[in-house]
C-alpha cells in the first residue's frame, strides 16, 4: 500500500498549510490514519490520528488549537485523511509524514517537506 502525500510547501510564520494524504489504488479505506513530523536533528513525532469514521481525533499537546484533521467523508469513502494547520511556527519546520495502522501492519507515505520561515 502507497500512501500519497501532497500539499506542504514553505509558508511564513502565522500562516496556514493543509496537507492530505490517501492510499494510491484504493477508492476506500477503513482504518486509522494519521501524521507524524521530523524535524532536522529531531526524531519522528507524533502529531495528529484520526479513525475512519471521523471520530476520535488525537493530537500532540504542541498542535492543539491550532492542526485539525479530518477524513473525507462526502463520498463514503474515508479514503482520504487532511491536516489543516493554522497559525503555523518556525518549528513546526518538518517533513510530514502520513500514517496508517492495519492491524500489525503500519503503513507509511514518503513525506512532504513544510517549511515555516519568514
Known amino acids: 500500500v502507497q500512501l500519497v502525500e501532497s500539499g506542504g510547501g514553505l509558508v511564513q510564520p502565522g500562516g496556514s498549510l493543509r496537507l492530505s494524504c490517501a492510499p494510491s489504488?484504493?477508492?476506500?479505506?477503513?482504518?486509522?490514519m494519521g501524521w507524524y513530523r521530523q524535524a532536522p536533528g529531531k526524531e519522528r513525532e507524533f502529531v495528529a490520528r484520526?479513525?475512519?469514521?471521523?471520530?476520535?481525533?488525537?493530537?500532540?499537546e504542541s498542535v492543539k488549537g491550532r492542526f485539525t484533521i479530518s477524513r473525507d467523508d462526502e463520498r463514503r469513502t474515508h479514503n482520504t485523511v487532511y491536516l489543516q494547520m493554522n497559525g503555523l511556527k518556525p518549528n513546526d519546520t518538518a517533513i510530514y509524514c502520513c500514517h496508517s495502522a492495519v492491524g500489525p501492519t503500519d503503513y507509511w507515505g514518503q513525506g512532504t517537506q513544510v517549511t515555516v520561515s519568514s
Open positions: 484520526i479513525e475512519w469514521n471521523g471520530d476520535d481525533a488525537e493530537y500532540a
Open positions: 489504488g484504493y477508492t476506500t479505506w477503513r482504518y486509522q
